[in-house]
């Protein structure tokens, strides 16, 4: 069992820049692939950015490749979201999961965060 705990979130400028952090529970984050989610208004949840159990190797979507960056910090139980030039499609709530296996669909993920509020204002 895994439990995670996103924060970080807020409001922003457009043009600025977040970290978020996501906080997981259990010795075995290490063995987790993690990810980085969010869902707009009226909008179905997406993928934005994945990275192994390792840290080795990372993933972004392509409307936040060379903006986000993705990391983690096993000896601290914690992934990162680092998010810099925000435009305002950026707006939404950012979920962090986790999965057993390497996989950025939405439904094989196996554990989730309750999500944190970004919004990026104009």
């Known amino acids: 069992q895994v439990q995670l705990v996103e924060s970080g979130g807020g409001l922003v400028q457009a043009g600025g820049s977040l970290r978020l952090s996501c906080a997981a529970s259990?010795?075995?984050?290490?063995?987790?692939?993690m990810g980085w989610f969010r869902q707009a208004p009226r909008k179905e949840r997406e993928f934005v950015a994945y990275i192994t159990n390792g840290g080795g190797s990372t993933y972004y979507a392509d409307s936040v490749k060379g903006r986000f960056t993705i990391s983690r910090d096993n000896a601290k139980n914690t992934m990162y979201l680092q998010m810099n030039s925000l435009k305002p499609e950026d707006t939404a709530v950012y979920y962090c999961?986790?999965?057993?296996?390497?996989?950025?669909?939405?439904?094989?993920?196996?554990?989730w965060g309750q999500g944190t509020q970004v919004t990026v204002s104009s």
């Open positions: 259990g010795r075995t984050f290490n063995s987790y692939a």
């Open positions: 999961a986790a999965a057993r296996r390497w996989d950025i669909d939405v439904r094989s993920q196996d554990y």
